[in-house]
């Protein structure tokens, strides 16, 4: 790779520089995510006040807030690697994709998740279809297909390149499904019940919801470059540098 | 170029001609599914009415969806395809031409048997009309998205269910504007918005879909 | 302070289930996924070193039949 050597952004795409550096990077981002979660946690519970409407049911927020965030920037990402994949044709930004996936797919229902529980005691039901509640869960099938393609196609090559199309597509409608349901759901219902119309947050809440969702960051990065080292492993596996990664790691068992 | 459109849309008409047993499994398919609503929720004339646009536009749907496979699945195993992927002639006339083949042998007899549907669930006639309307503007985005699924599911095991599951989600905002459009007529607002809107979906999926779809072909075949 | 004591704190105003509902489920699926992802890592390794191993194997066959 001659042009991996001008660039010292591209360096790292090829996986046997990345490789190692995802497995320096992880642990620092895994402790990251775990400081500021306890943070988080702490602000959220012992600081925040309670709020004057909700009572303290209100205190999901700080992990639904970051967790619906995620789980739409995870498939803005997915979708980012994927157009780089197709234009550069960079095996690495594949993986990327494929490791994102899984980890977006938690957050969306973790998402729709603490939605429901947070709804019933606010609007007296698990479920309304709300327009950001119907459009998380198209969000949550649109992952379930691109995990689902990424794993029917056998041939990688294949597997990563339909993955990425399917990707791209999928992000040019998510806006246009977001607006569709929205515009659906004014229709269909009055203003009874709706979550757009966010209740004044104290200083202390809003520094809590954020050090969730910079948590959140660090926890996706984590896992992702945790999820993407056996995936560069499996796809090099007919390399020299494989091959020598495998027998260190013989070497310390 | 324009040859080489017209050849495979003449081909593909052809084809479905002598399969017309499929064409009408679709369109029994289409008219079964809708029948099938009274029987669940009851044939209270006034809940049929409002329920006859959301449940003609989701039977249509699923019907596209059913059919879609039908698009370059036999191409596929008789080779065809690659023969047309390895010719000079640009991918996204013939992949547009294969389409608009498909749109016309699915959408098109649900287009002209909607109406009788219409009548079953007591819909008036402006709205039939309103509803055909919809159905014109709004069926050839399912055919140029689920051109797409299906290229990208091609020859894979489980590919129908693969396919329902990639491409029913992007379905939605059609099925919300085709399906509005007859409940804003109804309501009095005026279906204009929603049917622009549906129009302008159709010319800027014909714009990407093609595309989209040539790349997944030329992947599928490698 | 927000909390009289520790069970003033886990009843959370009346809505303990709702709340630990939300934060129990989501703790346990990052958990799962850590798991998951973890152990994943090892499978990888040990069979791409079975596979390696049973490789040079067949290889130093071929040599010594040679």
Known sequence: MESGQRFSLFRYAA????????GRLAPWFAAAAVILTLVGLYLGFFVAPTDAVQGE?????????PAAWMSMFIYLIMAFWSAVGVVFNTRLSAMMAQALAPTGAMFCFVALWT????????????WVWDA?????????FLYFGFIALTRA??????ADRAGAILALVGAVNVPIIYFSVKWWNTLHQGASVSLTKAPSMATTMLMAMLVMALASWA?????????VRPLILERERHTEWVGDVLETAEGRA | MLSVFLEVLRRDLLLAWRNRADVLVTLAFFTIVACLFPFGVGAEPNLLRTIAPGVLWVAALLATLLSLHRVFSQDHADGVLEQLLLSPEPTVLWVLAKVLAHWLTTAVPLIVAAPALALLFDMTQSAT??????????TPILSLLGGVGAALTLGLRGGGMLLALLVLPLFVPILIFGAGAVDAYLAGTG??????LLGGGSLGALALAPWACAAALRIAVE | MNWQSWSDFWSMGGAAFFVWGSYGVTFALIALELVVVLRRRKQVVHRLQRLRQAMKASARRKEIQQ
């Open chain 1, 115 to 126: 939605g429901a529980l947070w709804g019933r005691p606010t609007w007296g039901a698990y």
């Open chain 1, 57 to 65: 049911v209100y205190r999901v927020i700080f992990i639904h807030v």
């Open chain 1, 132 to 140: 950001r509640l119907t459009s998380q869960l198209l969000l949550l």
């Open chain 1, 15 to 22: 996986p046997h520089l990345f490789y190692p550096l995802a």
């Open chain 1, 219 to 227: 926890y996706t990065i984590a896992v992702v470059l945790w999820r």
């Open chain 1, 153 to 158: 196609i056998e041939d990688p090559r294949r």
């Open chain 2, 191 to 196: 279906a204009t918005a929603h049917l622009m």
């Open chain 2, 129 to 138: 009309e309103v509803l055909i309307l919809s159905l014109l503007l709004g």
